[in-house]
């Protein structure tokens, strides 16, 4: 059962302004296995983490560095929780984060679907 739907977009030369006048914003936002990508790259993972956010109707703690960005066995994106944030997926039940990014004509765009294996109630 799919129990929440995020999306996001990013304007990539946007983004890419916003880091180059806060230096801090990348570390402050990715964990350092992230880090040192381009900035669509850099665009797209945010859009991911900001689709999650909103997959799950907002969250008030938001820890960046306890959603890193990786590849699955099959080189697809996917999302490594942890901390407090891996704790709230699980409280809330759900069993998998399904995540689409892609960039393309300037903009970074992100996907998340939130699946249950839980009914109802």
Request: glycine letters at 10%; proline letters at 2%.
């Amino acid at each position: 059962m799919i129990v929440g739907i995020g999306i996001d977009v990013v304007d990539i030369v946007r983004f890419e302004r916003s880091i180059e006048r806060t230096p801090g914003l990348v570390e402050r936002l990715f964990a350092e296995s992230e880090r040192g990508r381009p900035a669509r790259s850099l665009a797209a993972r945010f859009a991911a983490k900001e689709s999650l956010i909103k997959a799950l109707g907002g969250h008030t703690i938001i820890r960046w560095h306890e959603m890193t960005i990786v590849q699955d066995v099959d080189g697809n994106p996917d999302f490594r929780l942890t901390g407090g944030m891996a704790e709230h997926i699980r409280l809330l039940g759900i069993d998998r984060v399904h995540l689409s990014m892609s960039h393309d004509a300037g903009i970074a765009s992100a996907f998340v679907v939130l699946e249950s294996d839980r009914g109802e109630g």
